[in-house]
């Protein structure tokens, strides 16, 4: 008996040992080999966002250059800043790439309490035009501290999902860790303020829980909760600033308004008016009429609206099409990943994507309120853009080790 015992744990470590070379072999592939078939980054997800950001700076150009000449004097403002921005972010999204998506799991807590620190930080800073606390400078850039909130929520429950997936249908290590991350994340946006992002994060933390395996009885009751909340604080008052960006909400095209209202939907009605213009096919590519001053900075959250006015509705289709794909395979690769951790990290970051591009054209169409919700690869904004750059390296790191073929 002792000899078969010997010879299966002889046999076990032989195994071990195999598979511990075979995977060092593998890792030494990964990294001499960017773009091997099967064993470097996913292919089609790097040609899908290549294709995006290479639209999103020509329509970012096309749709900035009279402000920028108006405002700056010089046309090519925001395309040489945008494209620097990106090509820093291709370099960061490459470099992600490599490093081992699994060290994310180990500093989990400490990225989320950098957000909450740089939440602080901004709030302690001078307010920037509007009275808004959103910023943090570094020389002539600027970076947005709900930027790295969204990231870190998504992590941090990937990270608590992975940990304690068997028991995420219970109170303590569902609902509670999830509503108590939101809820502070939320109140320091709060203070900035900056109720666009607040939204976001919550849908997002909604996602991360529910494919967590959290209970939808929890979600509905958080909801409930939510809800409470938001009342409470129209009451009190705290709500005040995000009332008066409902002001004109779905009445931008309404015929009779004061004055006072004409000017707050100035910039929906400018949006409705370049969609409605671009017809099936467009005007053409830089024909765009209503960046001429008329839609009041076109280069950022209402880019879409220009991008319609040009391209047409053919055009438009085409390119949230196009996001579809990146979406549809960034959750191929989440899925695939070698583990739940990864499957939920994918699931978050890629959910981010498909979120904002959904929220920010419900906004240019006035099915939303006018809020501050950028076009992922599209609207100017090194802060955003560099963010998400680096959210897509770290799918291409789940991509390294996911089940999935390269080609």
């Not at 920010?360 to 950028?374: E, R």
């Amino acid at each position: 008996m002792s000899t078969i015992e010997n010879t299966s744990r002889r046999r076990v470590r032989d195994y071990e040992g195999d598979r511990r070379a075979s995977d060092k072999r593998g890792r030494r592939k990964i990294n001499f080999s960017l773009l091997s078939i099967g064993k470097g980054i996913d292919i089609p997800f790097v040609l899908l966002i290549l294709v995006l950001l290479t639209i999103g700076i020509t329509m970012m150009f096309s749709a900035s250059y009279p402000v920028a000449y108006y405002e700056i004097g010089d046309s090519y403002y925001y395309l040489k800043r945008q494209l620097l921005f990106a090509l820093i972010g291709l370099a960061i999204m490459f470099g992600v790439s490599f490093l081992d998506y699994h060290h994310y799991h180990r500093f989990a807590a400490i990225i989320l309490g950098l957000s909450y620190f740089a939440l602080l930080l901004v709030l302690v800073l001078p307010s920037q035009e509007g009275g808004v606390h959103r910023w943090i400078g570094v020389g002539a850039f600027g970076i947005q501290a709900s930027e790295i909130s969204k990231f870190a929520i998504i992590l941090f429950l990937a990270h608590w999902g992975s940990r304690y997936y068997d028991r995420m249908d219970t109170f303590k290590y569902g609902i509670l860790p999830g509503a108590a991350v939101f809820l502070s994340t939320a109140l320091l946006l709060l203070f900035e303020p900056h109720y666009s992002c607040i939204v976001i994060i919550g849908i997002l933390t909604v996602i991360m829980l529910y494919v967590s395996g959290i209970k939808v009885k929890w979600l509905a009751i958080g909801a409930a909760i939510l809800v409470a909340l938001i009342l409470l604080l129209w009451v009190t008052g705290m709500l005040t600033y995000a009332m008066e960006r409902m002001d004109g909400w779905g009445q931008a095209l309404n015929e009779d308004l004061d004055r006072d209202m004409w000017n707050s939907t100035w910039q929906t009605r400018n949006s409705l008016y370049a969609i409605g213009s671009g017809g099936l096919f467009g005007l053409g590519l830089g024909q765009s009429r209503q960046k001429y001053l008329y839609l009041p900075e076109p280069q950022n959250d209402f880019i879409f609206a220009i991008v319609c006015e040009e391209l047409g509705l053919v055009g438009a289709v085409i390119i949230l099409l196009i996001f579809a794909l990146l979406v549809w395979r960034g959750v191929i690769i989440a899925l695939r990943a070698r583990d739940r951790f990864g499957k939920l990290l994918g699931i978050g970051l890629i959910s981010h994507i498909g979120l904002q591009v959904i929220l920010n054209i419900l906004v240019i169409t006035d099915w939303l309120p006018n809020t501050g919700i950028s076009l992922p690869f599209f609207s100017y904004g090194g802060s955003s853009l560099l963010t998400l750059m680096f959210e897509m390296g770290v799918i291409l790191s789940i991509s390294r080790s996911s089940n999935i073929e390269k080609s």
